[in-house]
C-alpha cells in the first residue's frame, strides 16, 4: 500500500485460549488440552503480519479461531471491533493444500466463492477471469486442478481467496509444499498483490525467510501452549533490489532465529517428557 498501512486494529486477540477434550490414554479417561494460552495480539487494518513457532504450538489453532471454524474456550477475538462468532466471507483461507474442487475448472473454482455472494453470471466470469490474470493464469481458465502443477493450483487458490474480496486473508503455510522457486515467485506476486489491494494479511510459515520477506510485522509463538513470545517489527530503508541480500535481513533472520531456537527446544522436552510417560 502506497500510503503505509492504518494504524487501528482490524483484528483484536484478547486473553485467547484454547482446549481440546482428547482421551488419555493413561488414565482411560477425557482430560483437557490446552493448545493456546491467553493469546493477546492485535492486528492493524491492512498490514501483513507472518505468524512463526514451533511445530505444534498452536498456530494453526490461532488462524481457525480467527477464522470462526471453532471458539475460543476464553478470551474473544473481534474482526472490526465486533466478536467473530463464525466463518465470514469478510475472511478469506489458504490453505497448505489447495483445497480445490476436483470437478471444477480454475475458473470454475474461482466463482464459487462470487455465487456464494450471489454475483450475476457474467460478472462471476469477468471477475474470475480478472484474478486468474492476477496471478498470472491466463489461459488456464478450463484446465481442471488435476492438469495444474502445484505452483498453479496454489495461484488458483489463491484467486479464488481474492475474487471474493474478503478484508481479511488468513493464510496457512501456503507455500509449504512448493519448489523453493515457485514458492519466491508466488512471495513477489502475493506482495504486490497486498500493496495493490492494501487487505489485512495473517500467513503463518515455518520458514524464517519468507516471514521475514513478506511481514510487515513478525509474531512469534511460545512453545505449546502457545503465547505470544515477542513481535518484531521488521523494517527497511528500501525493498529496492535483493532484499534477501541486505544486512538488516540476515540481522532479523538471526534475531528470530535464536528467539525461535529456545522454542524449539522446549517443545522437543515436552515431546520427550510425553513419550516417556506414555513407555
Ligand atoms: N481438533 C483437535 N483435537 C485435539 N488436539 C488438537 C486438535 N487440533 C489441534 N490439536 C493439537 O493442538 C496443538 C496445536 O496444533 P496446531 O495445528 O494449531 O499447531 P501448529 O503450530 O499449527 O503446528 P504445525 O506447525 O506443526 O502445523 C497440537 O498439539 C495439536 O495436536
Known sequence: ???????????????????????????GRRSEFTAVSEIDLEVRAGEFLTLVGPSGCGKSTLLDLVAGLTAPAAGEILLDGKPITGPGLDRGIVFQQYALFPWRTAQGNIEF???AKKIPKRERKERAREFLDLVGLTGFEDRYPHELSGGMRQRVAIARSLAFDPEVLLMDEPFAALDAQTRESLQEELLKIWETTGKTVIFIT??????????????????????????????????????RAHPKFGEYRHHIWTRLRDEVAAAQAIEREAVGSVG
Do not use: C, W
Not at 500500500?1 to 488414565?27: C, H, Q, W, Y
Open 1 to 27: 500500500m502506497s500510503d503505509g498501512p492504518k494504524t487501528e486494529s482490524k483484528i483484536s486477540i484478547r486473553g485467547v485460549t484454547k482446549t481440546f477434550g482428547v482421551r488419555d490414554a493413561n488414565l
Open 113 to 115: 466463492g462470487l455465487e
Open 206 to 243: 515455518h520458514g524464517i525467510d519468507e516471514a521475514v520477506y513478506l511481514g510487515q510485522r513478525v509474531a512469534i509463538m511460545t512453545s505449546r501452549p502457545g503465547r505470544i513470545k515477542e513481535i518484531v517489527d521488521v523494517e527497511f530503508d528500501s525493498r529496492d533490489g535483493d532484499l
